[in-house]
Every structure is written in C-alpha cells, then in structure tokens.
C-alpha cells in the first residue's frame, strides 16, 4: 500500500477525534466525519479531508461557526418544516433536516424542509444517498459565498449552488448528479491549488470581462471580487451560460426566500470592518416516495432501464463507455472501499498539525 494511502477505519476515527477534540459532541463528530469522508470514498476530493481543516476546523477555531449545534425547529407544517441552525455544523443541521423530510415524506407521500443560518454542508450528494436507502428520490440545494457572476455580468452574486438530485435504481449504484451550477467551483480551485495547477480558460471571469487562469490568484481575487467564476455554460450566451445562471438562481431563491434566510453578497462572510463572520447559509431537502406513486420495485426498474439505454447508445469515435451519474464514483469506491483514502502533502502536514495541537495518538503511513 502506497504511504499516502490511510485507512478508512484510521481516518474515520481520526477525524470523529478531532471534532470532539475542538468541541463537537461525539454523536455530531460521527455524522460530520461520515460525511466529509463520503466525498473521499465517490472520488471527490474537492470536498473530503481536503477540507477538513480549512472549511471546518477553522472556522470552529476562528468563532464563526458552532461546534455545538442548536438544530431549531421553526415552523412544522405537516409535509414542511422551517429550521434554524443557529451556525452549527453545516452536516449535522443537513443530515438531521433530511431525515425529517423523509420522515414526512413516508407519512405525506412528499416532505421538505428548509434551513436558515447553517454552515457548510459538505457533499451535497450525501443527502439525496439518505433518501435512496428509504427507496425514495432526493433532491438538495444550498447557496454559498458569491463566487459566480451573472451572465454578461463581472460582480461574483451568486453561490457555486449545486442542484442535486439522487433516486434508486435497480443497478448496483443509484442515479446522483451533484454539480456545482458554476462550471467549477471553490473548492475544485483549492485542490488546484494544493497540486500547483492552472485553472482551464473559460471558467474564470475579470472584472476586465478577459478569462483568468493563475489559480492562487484567483482565489484571493474571488474574495476581492475582482475575479467571479463562469456560470455552468461559460461566460456570455454563446455556450449557453444564461442556463447555469438561471439554476444558480433557483437554488439561491430556495435556499432564501422559504426561510427568510441571508442570500447573495450577504453570504460572503466578511463584515463591515473586514473580520470573519458566520455565513448564514441556507439549504433545502426534498425526499419523494415513490411507494406514494407506482412502487419502489417498478421505479428502480424503469430507472434503470433508462441508464442501461443510455450507456448502450452509439458511441463517439475513441469512446468506448457512455456512462451516468454516480456511475464513477461507484468505480472509485470499488477502487477504494479495500485501501483507503489518498492524502497528498499538503493535507498530510493539515492532518499531522491537527493531531499534534490536540494531543491525539495516531501514526499515519506517510511517517513510517
């Protein structure tokens, strides 16, 4: 095994270690590390321990976020609910919204909720997998820091906001697409970073309207609003990116307007004075049963005949698979369910900091 390969029960523990060692409770530290860790196992590093120091453990220690979360119910409305988050932990307040939406959705047939005043909530994806495993369709969305810029506009407005979208099929791995409606997104450019790349022409806007591509540069310049990243579909109309910025916008409204909640440049974290603030994010969750409809067994199969159609069309010359959502990251899971997570240097020295202000005992392969 490769000596930046750790095991999943090691960095599972590790990181459930660390939460509990910067104030969250041990049952909130599991449903955190379950979730960040979720990214690493479907292959998507952009948002698994890549971003466990930066994202959360930062903000915990610089007092914008709350290690302890105070999951408020608002208002319950029979299929509904309106929840305040007071800051907490993006994941907890997620994954216990969640579950109430599929809790309501099992009595009402349809249930959704929606979130004010949270935090990063990680994988979006991880929230629809909660109402597969129900035999339901799950949908998300949470609005973020402005980074994208309106189309024919310079100024980052909108968040990265992926609308996801999850159901269960009668294939080994269900349908989950979970993209960001920018074409990349903050934390794709962070990974760039950590591994000295270049960010692609056309993803990136300044204010001079010109394509940007030095990726640190970019990062510093998205929270001086002098770069703004493309919506998905590019800059201007030609590749059609007034698309991603109507989704872009979708997303914000329901991520808002349902719970009275903070949205555009109100998200961006910095106060009056320059100093961090909390985000005041929003989300919505959606859990569908489709026993209330044809049945569970019927809708995975015609679900499923639909993905087998698609990968069996014809194929572009030099290809030879067509595939469908979530179909990779079930590859990179059975490439990686028997080994680990890959950690580069960046995150190892992040990790190995971590353990020592905290005092825990761990070893990791890469010190061997």
């Not at 994941?91 to 949270?118: C, D, F, H, L, P």
């Not at 770069?227 to 109309?237: R, V």
């Not at 719970?259 to 320059?274: K, Y």
């Not at 209330?292 to 194929?315: C, H, N, V, W, Y």
Request: glycine share 12%.
């Amino acid at each position: 095994m490769s000596n930046n390969i750790v095991d999943w029960k090691t960095i599972t523990n590790f990181v459930i270690d660390a939460f509990v060692g910067y104030g969250v409770p041990r049952e909130d530290a599991e449903i955190c590390a379950d979730v960040l860790l979720e990214s690493d196992k479907r292959g998507i590093e952009s948002h698994g321990v890549n971003r466990f120091k930066p994202i959360y453990i930062d903000r915990i220690k610089a007092g914008i976020q709350n290690p302890v979360t105070n999951f408020e119910i608002v208002k319950d409305f029979a299929a509904t609910a309106v929840i305040d988050g007071h800051d907490g932990m993006g994941q907890v307040i997620g994954y216990k919204a969640m579950k109430m939406a599929i809790e309501k959705a099992k009595k009402y047939g349809i249930g959704m909720t929606v979130v004010r005043n949270s935090c990063h909530y990680g994988i979006a994806g991880y929230y629809p997998s909660m109402a597969i495993k129900e035999g339901m369709i799950g949908m998300t969305g949470t609005n973020a820091r402005p980074s994208i810029a309106p189309t024919f506009g310079v100024e980052n407005m909108l968040g990265t906001n992926p609308l996801t979208i999850g159901f269960p099929t009668d294939e080994e791995f269900p349908f989950i697409i979970d993209c960001a409606t920018s074409i990349t997104q903050r934390g794709k450019l962070e990974y760039y970073s950590r591994i000295g790349k270049q960010t692609p022409a056309g993803m990136v806007i300044g204010r001079d309207g010109t394509a940007k591509t030095d990726t640190d540069a970019i990062l510093k310049e998205l929270n001086t609003h002098e770069a703004a990243l493309a919506p998905l579909g590019g800059i201007g109309e030609e590749l059609a990116g007034y698309k991603g910025y109507g989704y872009a916008t979708v997303v914000e409204v329901l991520s808002a307007a349902l719970q009275q909640g903070n949205f555009l440049t109100m998200l961006s974290g910095i106060g009056e004075n320059g100093e961090k603030i909390p985000f005041h994010l929003g989300h919505w969750f959606i859990a569908i049963d489709t026993n209330a409809f044809m049945g569970l067994e019927p809708f995975k199969k015609t679900a499923g005949d639909i993905m087998r159609a698609l990968r069996a069309s014809q194929k572009a010359p030099g290809h030879d698979h067509i595939y469908t959502a979530g179909e990779k990251e079930w590859n990179v899971w059975c490439q990686r369910k028997d080994s680990g997570v890959p950690i580069n240097p960046a995150v190892q020295k992040e990790i190995v900091a971590v353990r020592d202000e905290l005092g825990l005992d761990y070893k990791f392969p890469w010190e061997e």
